[in-house]
């Protein structure tokens, strides 16, 4: 492919859409871009379950007559979805076989905005099965890879998602986080992941994912492509906000595992986490060390709410003897503690406000993104539900209280290693505080810029 479509492939949301609105280029020349790609990429790294070629040009073909004045915001860009967001006329299957095949009626409210805001929709990404592992690996769609690394994960659950666009087959897929499932794909592939406050993003038609856990997004390779995705998705005025300086914070560091998870940080990682702290010391903002008031009571009740919401998935499968054991086994452990979600929900306000406490001192929050560069593919190949979710919590322990709590949380790069794995670490607000991490996150970009590195499968 010639530098030039390389270079187009890589320009990114905001880029891609310029280029359609001062016509440099079609709508359909960029789905032809994409698709080409995914045609020449994609068997090296499995981040697509199903390619909507056929339809995708022919909606570029629509999006070329439409008037300027009638276009959206992401006229004209290609759009990887999630295989948990309903796409008409597709099957959803939450990355198992024990579905039917059973075509959806509609769009979900997500799905349905994007393509409202011009966007193209070219292809549905793998998730591992239910969502609920942070790598993509099942028994029916096989193995998807990393494109920095391909003996390594892209991440979970959105990992078809952060291959997709960290190898430039599109530059923007849809994610949604219920543990860390927009953050972990963006800490291992060198993407920007903004999981937006709870209710940010309508779940529609659902009401609430995993009992209250479930977040949607988008991964893309810039702070600014985010923004303004966001800002279609929403409505309101998020493009803006990576041009505003966030002023001198006040930031706390905090490497603390909450109780009782056990976890190490691997020295790449801490090396990441130190080496921003300093960046941030550097661009004017006081860093202190300050922990969360994390406790045990809120870790029991975050896996009886993530556990159940596995159970109740499990339950709604039309052929639940296909699910792969580690699954009937999380499912199960889901049914026993379902008898505790009342409380865990009862708790829910109390345990936010002790986390939110640390927010009376500090601006930001700042911690590892994960334990450990991305996983070995095939680490937990045949191994029990049990043992999986423990390896999983040792891996991103620093993430899934702010699910519980609902804040707005983002991954964000913090380079390499001498190897070329990424690294990352994770920011986080008060509530409702997205326009702070936006802003600090595109100051870190711009000190330490990120999205011009391309992977070596693509």
């Known amino acids: 492919m010639a530098a030039t479509e390389v270079d187009l492939a890589f320009a990114g949301v905001a880029r891609q859409a310029a280029f359609?609105?001062?016509?440099?280029?079609?709508?359909r020349e960029l789905v032809e871009l994409a698709l080409a790609r995914i045609a020449a990429l994609d068997p090296q790294l499995n981040a697509f379950r199903v390619v909507?070629?056929?339809?995708?040009?022919?909606?570029?073909?629509?999006?070329g007559?439409?008037?300027?004045?009638?276009?959206?915001?992401?006229?004209?860009?290609?759009?990887?979805?999630?295989?948990?967001?309903?796409?008409?006329?597709?099957?959803?299957?939450?990355?198992?076989?024990?579905?039917?095949?059973?075509?959806q009626p509609a769009d979900s409210e997500m799905v349905r905005r994007l393509r409202d805001a011009g966007g193209i929709v070219v292809g549905i990404t793998r998730v591992p099965e239910l969502t609920q592992w942070p790598f993509t690996e099942t028994a029916t769609g096989g193995i998807t890879r990393n494109p920095w690394d391909v003996n390594r994960t892209p991440g979970g659950s959105s990992g078809g998602s952060g291959a997709a666009v960290a190898a430039g087959m599109v530059p923007v897929a849809t994610a949604s986080d219920g543990a860390g499932s927009i953050r972990i794909p963006a800490a291992c592939c060198a993407l920007f992941g903004l999981k937006p406050h709870?209710?940010?993003i309508p779940l529609a038609p659902g009401d609430e994912?995993?009992?209250?856990?479930?977040?949607?997004?988008?991964?893309?390779?810039?702070?600014?492509?985010?923004?303004?995705?966001?800002?279609?998705?929403?409505?309101?005025?998020?493009?803006s906000?990576?041009?505003?300086?966030?002023?001198?914070?006040?930031?706390?560091?905090?490497?603390?595992?909450?109780?009782?998870?056990?976890?190490?940080l691997e020295p790449e990682q801490h090396v990441a986490l130190e080496e921003t702290a300093a960046l941030l010391r550097d661009l004017g903002h006081e860093v202190v060390e300050r922990d969360p008031d994390y406790s045990p009571r809120m870790s029991i009740a975050l896996v009886t709410r993530l556990l159940s919401g596995v159970h109740d998935e499990a339950r709604a499968m039309p052929f639940p003897e296909r699910l792969e054991r580690r699954t009937r086994q999380?499912?199960?452990?889901?049914?026993?503690?379902?008898?505790?979600?009342?409380?865990?929900?009862?708790?829910?306000?109390?345990?936010?406000?002790?986390l939110n406490a640390?927010?009376?001192?500090?601006?930001?929050?700042?911690?590892?993104?994960?334990?450990?560069?991305?996983?070995?593919?095939?680490?937990?190949?045949?191994?029990?539900?049990?043992?999986?979710?423990?390896?999983?919590?040792?891996?991103?322990?620093?993430?899934?209280?702010?699910?519980?709590?609902?804040?707005?949380?983002?991954?964000?790069?913090?380079?390499?290693?001498?190897?070329?794995?990424?690294?990352?670490?994770?920011?986080?607000?008060?509530?409702?505080?997205?326009?702070?991490?936006l802003r600090l996150a595109a100051q870190l970009e711009a000190a330490r810029p990120w999205a011009d590195r391309r992977p070596p499968v693509s």
């Open 20 to 27: 359609v609105r001062d016509g440099e280029a079609s709508p």
């Open 52 to 63: 909507l070629a056929d339809q995708a040009l022919a909606d570029a073909d629509r999006a």
């Open 65 to 103: 007559s439409v008037a300027a004045d009638d276009r959206g915001p992401l006229h004209g860009v290609p759009v990887a979805i999630k295989d948990d967001q309903a796409v008409a006329g597709q099957a959803l299957t939450l990355g198992s076989g024990a579905h039917l095949d059973q075509r």
């Open 198 to 200: 709870r209710d940010r």
């Open 209 to 239: 994912g995993w009992h209250g856990l479930a977040h949607l997004g988008v991964l893309t390779r810039s702070v600014r492509d985010s923004a303004l995705v966001l800002d279609a998705l929403t409505g309101e005025d998020w493009a």
């Open 241 to 264: 906000e990576p041009d505003v300086q966030p002023g001198r914070l006040r930031i706390a560091l905090s490497t603390k595992i909450p109780p009782p998870l056990l976890a190490r």
């Open 330 to 354: 999380q499912a199960f452990a889901g049914g026993q503690l379902r008898r505790l979600l009342g409380w865990a929900r009862r708790n829910e306000a109390a345990d936010a406000a002790r």
């Open 358 to 437: 640390l927010f009376d001192d500090v601006d930001v929050l700042l911690t590892p993104a994960l334990a450990s560069l991305p996983l070995p593919v095939g680490r937990y190949e045949g191994r029990s539900g049990p043992v999986t979710f423990d390896g999983a919590t040792r891996f991103v322990p620093w993430l899934p209280a702010w699910n519980h709590a609902g804040n707005p949380a983002a991954a964000v790069p913090a380079g390499f290693t001498p190897g070329g794995v990424p690294t990352a670490v994770q920011l986080v607000a008060a509530p409702r505080g997205e326009a702070l991490l």
